[in-house]
């Protein structure tokens, strides 16, 4: 296991279109998260998962966007009619649940999304 | 509300000095306090953290300092090398340990 694997890499969609986030963490993390990184921004909270349990979801952008992890391993976001101001940085990282708060996450490469 | 704060956009140094990038925080309920870098076209990586009981840290050439009273995170590199240059994000746990705060990031760059 090499690490967060996320894909696509790149993602052009049309306003209005839905798209879909995939993040394999790594396998022995309990811990799944979503952040988001704008244009001369830090990456900012989106929601987590302990296993396949949402734990912390009120920091979803708005109810366009979801998130699941039906099996506790990989997990998915959606966006649902894409609007521009969505173009950013999809960020997964994974830790294990007992995290030592020394040592932080281990982020993916990230998805890059453009809306046009 | 902006918790965490980089005031400094962008820093420039020559190599073999220096590097000092600074984070400025206003919530008290944070107990790990990190550092992360980030190349163009990579996720974050971990670099240093320092718990809130502590008040410095070193990891070789990487040393972070926490100032509890002025609420004052700062990491001092030394010696500078070019492929330092990348972009620095401080961040913060909180107590519950459910998610990390950013700052915004300086951007480092370090001449030959």
């Keep these: 296991d090499t690490g967060v694997s996320q894909d696509p890499r ?8 839905n798209v879909t986030f995939r993040c394999d963490p790594i396998s022995e993390h309990n811990r799944l998260y979503w952040y988001r990184q704008t244009l001369g921004q830090g990456p ?6 302990q296993n396949e ?11 366009r966007f979801s998130a699941e992890r039906p099996k506790g391993s990989f997990s998915t976001l959606e966006i649902q009619r894409t609007e521009q101001g969505d173009s950013a940085m999809y960020l997964c990282a994974s830790s294990p649940r007992e995290s030592r ?8 490469s990230g998805t890059r999304l453009t809306v046009v | 509300d902006q918790q965490v704060k980089q005031n400094s956009p962008s ?13 400025d925080y206003t919530n008290s309920m944070f107990d790990y306090f990190l ?3 980030k190349y163009p076209a990579e996720g974050p990586t971990f670099l240093i953290s320092i718990s809130s009981i502590k008040d410095k840290n070193e990891d ?6 926490l100032n509890k009273s002025a609420k004052h995170l700062s990491l001092h590199i030394v010696p500078s090398q070019p492929g330092d240059s990348a972009v620095y994000f401080c961040a913060f746990r909180d107590n519950a340990g459910n ?3 950013f700052g915004g990031g300086t951007r480092l760059m370090v001449k030959p």
């Design chain 1, 44 to 49: 900012e909270f989106l929601t987590y998962f």
């Design chain 1, 53 to 63: 349990a949402q734990l912390e979801k009120s920091r979803l952008l708005s109810d």
């Design chain 1, 101 to 108: 708060g020394d040592y932080g996450y281990t982020f993916g």
């Design chain 2, 99 to 101: 998610m990390l705060t």
């Design chain 2, 35 to 37: 550092w992360y870098k």
């Design chain 2, 11 to 23: 820093l420039s140094v020559q190599e073999g000095r220096i590097s000092i990038l600074n984070c």
């Design chain 1, 10 to 17: 790149h993602k052009i969609t049309k306003r209005g279109q």
């Design chain 2, 60 to 65: 070789g050439r990487f040393t972070v300092f």
